[in-house]
């Protein structure tokens, strides 16, 4: 591997009720950073947050111009401080060798096709178990697996943040959101190799369900998926239900509008099961465009626990210049308005 994985670009990184106007100033470089690129500069930013941390005033910690080079770095609590903020003017960059950080997280392999034996991928950016968290202006580009986690957290802004990684590159997942609450998604632009925001439901027996989601205003270019609904083909007590997706544009996506309820990557563990995941009160409000194949619309619901409550409003996909297909499974709801393709309920 000859490029670094992992690139952290400008421009603002903001933790916890952020505030600039007062209190302490740390710039890495007072703690050794090295803004090449090669020197390893984990403890200082180490060193850094640890003074940030012990302190009851605002703290920044301040990273300029230049490329620091980090392995694993973890910010820890509890913080006596309430108010950190980190400004990031530079580029954090991870090691050429990605084995260095590759066991970070005991995850699905994920080599880049590789076909070799490789170490678990590593997450570029993970918050966990925090409150009141803002990040604006961050782009992540190649991460070895998620490029940015949500898990376990309450009151998280995300604006103006760009994913980026090669469209072959599995379990590249955008933002990945778990267990959390109160997280708004703005202004965002994401292309991976795998989920865009979320990530998949029923993996496990016993799990978190999903609901009060709203995506609105939102394009999909080009992309396999549009909106989608995904769980495992296994038995699970979790849900997806009160998600509304409206004021969307697909451009010559290949499955505009999905529920799929029988996701079984590999074949593995999964054939011949059926997703115990309750799909319910699904709202789809003008979604308009065109589809790369002729069903846009494809409700592949469990039959051990149908789809209910989804409503179609305003509906209008087209597949080579003339009306795309619907097919429903195990699926029941209703249509209002203009809805293209007809309703298969």
């Not at 990040?135 to 760009?162: A, E, Y």
């Not at 083909?233 to 799929?260: C, E, L, W, Y």
Request: glycine share 8%; with cysteine; proline share 4%.
């Amino acid at each position: 591997m000859t490029t670094r994985p992992l690139l952290l670009l400008p421009l603002l990184l903001l933790f916890i009720k952020p505030s600039f106007s007062a209190g302490m100033k740390l710039n890495v470089l007072s703690y050794g950073a090295k803004p090449d690129g090669s020197a390893d500069s984990t403890k200082a930013f180490l060193a850094a947050w640890t003074q940030a941390c012990a302190s009851t005033a605002p703290a920044s910690i301040y990273v300029p111009r230049g490329m620091f080079l980090l392995r694993n770095v973890k910010f820890r609590g509890q913080c006596k401080n309430r108010a950190i903020t980190i400004r990031i003017n530079g580029t954090l960059v991870a090691p050429v060798d990605y084995r260095v950080i590759g066991n970070a997280e005991c995850r699905q392999l994920a080599c880049k096709n590789s076909g070799k034996s490789c170490p678990s991928g590593a997450t570029s950016l993970s918050f966990s178990k925090s409150k009141n968290v803002v990040v604006v202006g961050l782009t992540s580009v190649n991460s070895q697996m998620f490029h940015i986690v949500i898990n376990g957290c309450q009151n998280v802004k995300m604006q103006g943040v760009t994913v980026t990684a090669s469209g072959n590159s599995p379990n590249t997942d955008g933002i990945h959101v778990q267990l959390s609450s109160g997280v708004t998604i703005l202004n965002s632009k994401i292309q991976t190799g795998d989920d865009c925001v979320i990530g998949s439901l029923g993996k496990d027996q016993n799990e978190a369900g999903v609901q009060n989601v709203t995506v609105k205003r939102a394009t999909f270019i080009g992309t396999q998926n549009g909106v989608r609904i995904k769980s495992w083909a296994r038995p699970s007590n979790g849900f997806a239900r009160n998600i509304v997706f409206q004021h969307v544009t697909m451009k010559n996506v290949q499955n505009p509008i999905v529920i799929d309820q029988n996701y079984c990557p590999g074949n593995n563990n999964c054939p011949d099961q059926v997703s115990g995941i309750k799909v319910s009160d699904v709202m789809y409000r003008d979604i308009h465009g065109t589809s790369a194949a002729q069903v846009s619309v494809n409700f592949d619901c469990s039959s051990s626990h149908p789809c209910s409550g989804i409503r179609l409003e305003g509906v209008s996909l087209t597949y080579k210049n003339e009306v795309a297909a619907a097919s429903c499974k195990h699926a029941g709801g209703t249509s209002f308005g203009v809805v293209h393709p007809t309703s298969c309920f």
